[in-house]
Every structure is written in structure tokens, then in C-alpha cells.
Nanobody
Framework: VQLQASGGGLVQAGGSLRLSCAAS????????MGWFRQAPGKEREFVAA????????YSTPSVADRFTISRDNARNTVYLQMNSVKPEDTAVYYC??????????????????WGQGTQVTVSS
């Protein structure tokens, strides 16, 4: 499967942004999908993941009350709705895919396929 992330940009603190990740080559429903982010000088960190049929999602606590992951398997697309963004959310955001069923606190090493990343910059 190939992944193409989009929707990043410059947004003011407190604003909203929706990232999209379009998949091609394989059916998206075959994969657990995740979003990770990487700020300059920092390691890639987990943001949110969703299981194959949207029955369960998990977000890291720092964004759980502000970000929502969702997927539309019919459109082969995964989304990350980002609300009440903060300057510390500034990073390159990556969508990713892995085999499996359950989701929880995910590790980047578990994911086999990555999109190219989309830059999100939050101004204060």
C-alpha cells in the first residue's frame, strides 16, 4: 500500500486543521492505521491509531481531548481532525499502516508503511 498525506499548513493556536491520508495499491481495510509526528530535533512520536473497521481508536493522552482519528474505508482514506491546536503540536505529521487488529499505545517500529509527511505549523 502507498500512502499520501495532505492537509497540513499554518494555523493559529486554538484553530483547527484536518489531515488526510489517501491510500492506494491495497485496500485500506486490511490495515491498522496510525498518525505519528516528528518535531525538529525530536524523535517520532505516536499521535493516534484506529483499527481496521473503526471499532476502536486510541490517542496519546496529550492530544486525546483535541484530536480525533477516523477512517473511511470506502474512500481508502484516514483522517486526523485537529482542534484547539497548540504551538507544541508543530511537527511533520506522518500517516502509517501496519497489519494487526488491536490498537493502543503504538510504536513506530510496528509500522511497515509510511506516507511522506505533511507539515503542521501552529503560531502563537
Amino acid at each position: 500500500v502507498q500512502l499520501q498525506a495532505s492537509g497540513g499548513g499554518l494555523v493559529q493556536a486554538g484553530g483547527s486543521l484536518r489531515l488526510s491520508c489517501a491510500a492506494s495499491g491495497r485496500t485500506l481495510s486490511d490495515y491498522v492505521m496510525g498518525w505519528f509526528r516528528q518535531a525538529p530535533g525530536k524523535e517520532r512520536e505516536f499521535v493516534a491509531a484506529i483499527n481496521r473497521n473503526s471499532g476502536r481508536a486510541y490517542s496519546t493522552p496529550s492530544v486525546a481531548d483535541r484530536f480525533t482519528i477516523s477512517r473511511d474505508n470506502a474512500r481508502n482514506t484516514v483522517y486526523l481532525q485537529m482542534n484547539s491546536v497548540k504551538p507544541e503540536d508543530t511537527a511533520v505529521y506522518y500517516c502509517s499502516a501496519r497489519v494487526g487488529f488491536r490498537v493502543g499505545l503504538e510504536r513506530a517500529t510496528e509500522y511497515s508503511t509510511w506516507g511522506q509527511g505533511t507539515q503542521v505549523t501552529v503560531s502563537s
